[in-house]
């Protein structure tokens, strides 16, 4: 019988072992598909406080793992099947490639992935090469140049709207011709000089400049059929996200997009005792390193104090 079970090894969930094995919990950590989270295919971090020059995404989670080791926090590399708790709430079971574990406490940090079209090139200049799906992190690397959003709600016009911050032109490419988004986002985003709505388009592929980082976004009129390549150098996906959730189903209600449902007094704890979620596969506003890791540090204070 294990006091707390970490379901994932991004910043959410070392920053819970770290917490919990400070706190003689002795914590073990499923690491899942993907050790250290979606940070790890990000190759420099500026925002994360602590590393003025920056970090790599992989360099960061893995601090975070050592220093979760050094006080004692277990590894164990697996993926999630099924959780359930037992009839008389004695402990949480975790099904994990046909193993069962046992424990006291969960906390269940298993993040979220971006969508993604599925278009050339957008997997090839993905982290580092142009594509992004986070402008509150990458935008400063686009001073002066000219980048594209794709997306039509409040995400993709406060992503546009944020660029504009660094970028000389951005341009806002949605397959309507109107934005879904709310009328003061809108009105924002359409007054802005440096912004210039492509509308009835979809993009059809990224493609590369001879170092093999964005050059162009080529689009497609969907009424027309014309095509048109938009001279860029970063591309910003808006177009939302996955959360990692789908194996708790059954045990942990889910809002319309997915994530995770939390008390209304708690970012963290659940309405099933004992498990408690943290990063970005309960947070639907911020989605940053920084507060994935705060979420963490929430959960593991909360499994301390409900397993005295």
């Not at 964005?214 to 939302?240: N, S």
Request: aromatic content about 8%; overall charge negative; proline content about 4%.
């Amino acid at each position: 019988m294990e006091n707390v079970i970490i379901i994932g090894s991004g910043c959410a969930g070392l920053t819970a072992a770290i917490y919990c094995a400070r706190a003689n919990l002795n914590p073990l950590v499923i690491e899942g598909k993907l050790p250290g989270g979606q940070i790890t295919t990000t190759s420099e971090v500026e925002n994360f406080p602590g590393f003025p020059e920056g970090i790599n995404g992989f360099d960061l989670t893995w601090k975070m793992r050592q220093q979760a080791e050094k006080f004692g926090t277990r590894f164990h590399g697996a993926t999630i099947n099924a959780v359930t708790v037992a009839d008389d709430g004695s402990k949480r079971l975790v099904c994990a490639e046909g193993e069962t574990l046992e424990a006291k406490a969960l906390i269940i940090a298993t993040g979220a992935s971006p969508r993604l079209l599925g278009i050339p090139g957008e997997k090839e200049m993905y982290g580092g090469k142009g594509v992004s799906t986070c402008a509150t992190c990458d935008g400063a690397f686009y001073r002066g140049k000219t980048v594209a959003v794709l997306g039509g709600g409040d995400s993709a016009c406060e992503e546009a709207h944020f660029l504009t911050r660094f970028a000389e032109k951005v341009y806002l490419v949605h397959r309507r011709d109107e934005l879904r988004a709310s009328q003061i986002m809108r009105e924002r985003v359409l007054n802005c000089e440096k912004i210039e709505p492509v509308w009835n388009a979809v993009a059809e592929a990224v493609l590369p400049d001879a170092e093999g980082k964005v050059r162009a976004l080529a689009v497609k009129d969907v009424k027309t059929g014309a095509p048109r390549e938009l001279a860029v150098q970063g591309v910003f996906y808006a177009i939302g996200h996955h959360p990692s959730t789908e194996a708790f189903a059954t045990l942990l209600p889910r809002d319309e997009l997915g994530y995770f449902k939390t008390l209304t007094d708690s970012q963290v704890r659940t309405e099933v005792p004992g498990v408690f979620v943290a990063g970005d596969c309960a947070d639907t506003n911020y989605r940053q390193a920084i507060t994935a890791a705060a979420m963490g540090c929430q959960a593991a204070i909360e499994v301390e104090r409900w397993l005295v």
